[in-house]
């Protein structure tokens, strides 16, 4: 069974540090693109980063270049996404996602297989 589970969320001052991670289960993860979004109340979804099977590497939205970086163990099935100097607007609730394809795309609504969620907070 295909599952992809979020973890490493929590509440964090600015200028503060998460790791997130996104076990998968049921697939080989290194085969496929594995994106990471998020949601803020009221917003869109969007785009943060994404890892596609070759190792290549997209950032998306010019506010967490920089800060975020996407990295991927193969051997843990596990994809992460290391966010340093957080903001306040940072916060929102970041899924990891499955594209059926090995290549990364920005919309959201071209990958198919989607975990819980984790909660991202920042704030003093």
């Known amino acids: 069974q295909l599952q992809l589970v979020e973890s490493g969320g929590g509440l964090v001052q600015p200028g503060g540090s998460l790791r997130l991670s996104c076990l998968a289960s049921?697939?080989?993860?290194?085969?496929?693109?594995i994106g990471w979004f998020r949601q803020a109340p009221g917003k869109e979804r969007e785009g943060v980063s994404c890892i596609g099977s070759s190792g290549t590497i997209t950032y998306y939205g010019g506010s967490v270049k920089g800060r975020f970086t996407i990295s991927r163990d193969n051997a843990k099935n596990t994809v992460h996404l290391q966010m340093n100097s957080l903001l306040p607007e940072d916060t929102a609730i970041y899924y990891c996602?499955?594209?059926?394809?090995?290549?990364?795309?920005?919309?959201?609504?071209?990958?198919?297989?989607w975990g819980q969620g984790t909660q991202v907070t920042v704030s003093s």
């Open positions: 049921g697939f080989t993860l290194g085969s496929y693109a």
């Open positions: 996602a499955r594209r059926s394809v090995n290549y990364c795309s920005a919309s959201w609504s071209l990958y198919n297989s």
